[in-house]
């Protein structure tokens, strides 16, 4: 049977059909174990046709990367119009629905981060900028001074929020709620230590 030609797209519509199949197959493969054959096989085009859309693999990988991080970004994106508190609860929220609806994908992309990838190491560390300045947008708006120890500690506990997202037992229906909980807690003890700074006991 002859293959399926694939339908006839703008340039802009094939582009985002691309990243769409790889994004949607980091949820089966690593970034280094994703095909740009077998993506350009689900599209319905040969391999050469995809190097015409991108320069060489790097950079569609990067156009993946770059996909799955705003794509997150926009998930954790807190409504300005609601109150501090409401906002960061909107925030890890966001956070944790977008990880337990994407989790292989996330983890993907940390993992790459962690290894020092090419196509995500500086578009992962773009993103988490990004949140950690959105913390410390909340942390402001709550009252606190900006501070580099405001800085220090947003980025610790994003740190903390992708360890705990990317190991807690999601499987039962209340874990994201528990894991929400969890990291709301925190938040709160870690940020609220920036004022009240406690040491072990004796």
């Given at each position: 049977m002859p293959e399926?030609?694939?339908?006839r797209l703008r340039p802009d519509e094939r582009r985002a059909q691309l990243v769409a199949i790889g994004v949607d197959m980091l949820a089966d493969c690593t970034l280094d174990e994703l095909s740009t054959d077998a993506v350009a096989r689900r599209a319905g085009i040969s391999r050469?046709?995809?190097f015409h859309y991108f320069a060489s693999k790097r950079d569609f990988y990067r156009s993946v990367v770059r996909q799955v991080c705003d794509d997150f970004a926009a998930a954790t994106e807190p409504d300005a119009a609601l109150d501090p508190v409401r906002r960061t609860r909107a925030f890890i929220a966001g956070f944790v629905a977008y990880v337990a609806g994407r989790r292989r994908i996330y983890?993907?992309?940390v993992r790459g981060a962690a290894g020092g990838h090419p196509a995500v190491e500086d578009i992962v560390e773009t993103t988490r900028a990004t949140l950690a300045r959105r913390i410390e947008e909340?942390?402001?708006a709550l009252g606190m001074p900006p501070s580099p120890r405001l800085t220090l500690a947003a980025r610790a506990w994003?740190?903390?929020a992708e360890e705990a997202v990317t190991?807690?037992?999601l499987e039962e229906p209340e874990a994201p709620d528990e894991l929400a909980a969890f990291l709301e807690s925190g938040f709160v003890r870690l940020l609220g230590a920036l004022d009240r700074p406690a040491a072990l006991p004796d």
């Open positions: 399926k030609r694939a339908a050469g046709l995809l983890l993907a992309l909340g942390q402001r994003l740190a903390f190991s807690w037992p």
